[in-house]
């Protein structure tokens, strides 16, 4: 079965600092990993996306995250943090293709990020 | 502006009643999927549907169903409300029924019952 764990509820970085927000995965087959952002009461946005071919992934707005499969894990980072990078980021699995839900998502717990001045 | 339409933004109904949730995927899109964002639960899959046929069900309880027109665009049945169905209700859509495209979402709908 896949799953995720999000290690982090809440990071707080002042603006101009790296950001790390972590995401350990679990998968019985070769995963397909995203990373969304949800900012406040606005929908789900693609960051980035895995799907076994470079793991270093580049995604929008400067985020990019690396797979890592001897580490099982798949942090997102930024070098500088913006205060509208301020949101809830939600590491994500898919569901394999051979037997189970095919097609959903399994979302980790998400992390809330803040930005401070 | 994602291109994945729900209707409508806000819902406040009380215990006991029906309602119907609308999503309209993005335009190419053949896929829709429901999900449930609540405090407690976190973001749960409910039910995808492909081409106008169930491909998957997740954490959808017996008193909610789904699905999807001709058109394809879904809607959400939700009977016999009770208050911890309280909830951000998405749709996301997809040009295919496989995993490694990635899913755009719409804005929710959110759903207060009192």
């Known amino acids: 079965a896949q799953s995720v764990t999000q290690l982090d509820s809440h990071v707080s970085v002042s603006e101009g600092t790296p950001v790390l927000l972590r995401c350990n995965y679990s998968s019985s087959y070769s995963p397909s990993l995203f990373w969304y952002v949800q900012h406040p009461n606005k929908g789900l946005q693609l960051l980035l996306k895995?799907?076994?071919?470079?793991?270093l992934v580049k995604g929008i707005n400067g985020f990019e995250a690396e797979f890592k499969k001897s580490e099982t894990s798949f942090h997102l980072t930024k070098p500088s943090a913006h205060m509208s990078d301020a949101a809830e980021y939600f590491c994500?699995?898919?569901?394999?293709?051979?037997?189970?839900?095919?097609?959903?998502?399994?979302f980790g717990k998400g992390t809330k990020l803040s930005v401070k001045p | 502006d994602s291109g994945v339409t729900q209707t409508p933004k806000h819902l406040i109904t009380a215990t006991g009643q029906r309602v119907t949730l609308r999503c309209s995927p993005r335009s190419g899109d053949l896929s829709v999927y429901w999900y449930q964002q609540s405090l407690d639960q976190g973001l749960q899959f409910l039910i995808h549907?492909?081409?106008?046929?169930?491909?998957a069900k997740g954490n959808i309880l017996e008193r909610f169903s789904a699905q999807q027109f001709p058109d394809l665009h879904s809607e959400l049945n939700l009977s016999s409300l009770e208050l911890g169905d309280s909830a951000l209700y998405f749709c996301a859509s997809s040009v295919g029924p496989n995993r490694g495209s990635g899913y755009t979402f719409g804005s929710g709908t959110r759903l207060t019952v009192v």
């Open positions: 994500v699995v898919s569901a394999g293709t051979y037997g189970g839900s095919q097609g959903n998502l399994i």
């Open positions: 549907y492909y081409n106008g046929e169930e491909r």
């Open positions: 895995y799907t076994s071919a470079a793991t």
